[in-house]
């Protein structure tokens, strides 16, 4: 069965620090890779996509790909208290359907 | 544009009613999809569309559940009879390729069976 595992959290960081979200996923032959945010009560957004091993940089934001590892996480730099929403990491399978993680809840401490 | 578009926001239902949730998608996105999301569960894919057709049903729960599509700016997802384990935020997403294209999600219908 396809999976996406990520620890539900909540993780706290303080305001100003780097916070780390981890993600592992089960099938090897997925190419595409996506980090949502969803704040309490809002729907998912997409802030991130990675298809390749490596880094991607947007912003404040980074994504990492290893795919011998099947880990993608997601680095959020100097975090800001508007950054606390649970994050949703989701991988495309062989049949171009997403596959969804449970979500990290972050929350970033003032 | 608006982007993806539901009705309604809230729904309170008593057990064995029908209920039936609505989706505007985004002019011009080809497919739809459908997601239920629930803490136990998380989120769910129901069914997705791709010009209106359904692709892949797999994801809903039992015969309970219907959605349809009958033209390319309008769907329906129908429960009926309710169940209070239907219970949840219910989800119309859509995107223009549905090969890894980003999905863009509505504001969801919060559906409690009572």
């Known amino acids: 069965q396809k999976e996406v595992e990520q620890n539900s959290g909540p993780l706290s960081v303080p305001e100003g620090a780097i916070a780390s979200l981890n993600c592992t996923y089960s099938d090897r032959g997925s190419q595409s890779f996506f980090w949502y945010r969803q704040y309490s009560g809002k729907s998912p957004e997409l802030i991130m996509s990675?298809?390749s091993n490596g880094d991607k940089e947007d912003g404040r934001f980074t994504a990492q790909l290893n795919k011998a590892s099947q880990y993608v996480s997601l680095l959020i730099r100097d975090s800001q208290p508007s950054d606390s929403a649970t994050y949703l990491c989701?991988?495309?399978?062989?049949?171009?359907?997403?596959?969804w993680g449970a979500g990290t809840k972050l929350i970033i401490k003032p | 544009d608006a982007g993806v578009i539901q009705s309604p926001r809230h729904e309170v239902t008593e057990m064995g009613q029908e209920v039936t949730l609505r989706c505007k998608p985004i002019?011009?996105?080809?497919?739809l999809f459908w997601y239920r999301q629930t803490m136990m569960r998380g989120l769910e894919l129901l069914i997705y569309?791709?010009?209106?057709?359904?692709?892949?049903d797999s994801g809903m729960p039992e015969d309970r559940f219907s959605a349809k599509m009958p033209n390319a700016s309008f769907s329906t997802l129908k429960i009926q009879p309710s169940e209070p384990r239907d219970s949840a935020v219910y989800f119309c997403?859509?995107?223009?390729?549905?090969?890894?294209?980003?999905?863009?999600f509505g504001p969801g219908t919060r559906l409690l069976v009572l």
């Open positions: 569309f791709n010009n209106n057709v359904p692709i892949d």
């Open positions: 002019s011009g996105h080809d497919y």
């Open positions: 989701a991988f495309l399978d062989s049949n171009y359907q997403l596959i």
């Open positions: 997403a859509s995107s223009f390729d549905g090969r890894g294209e980003t999905q863009y």
């Open positions: 990675i298809y």
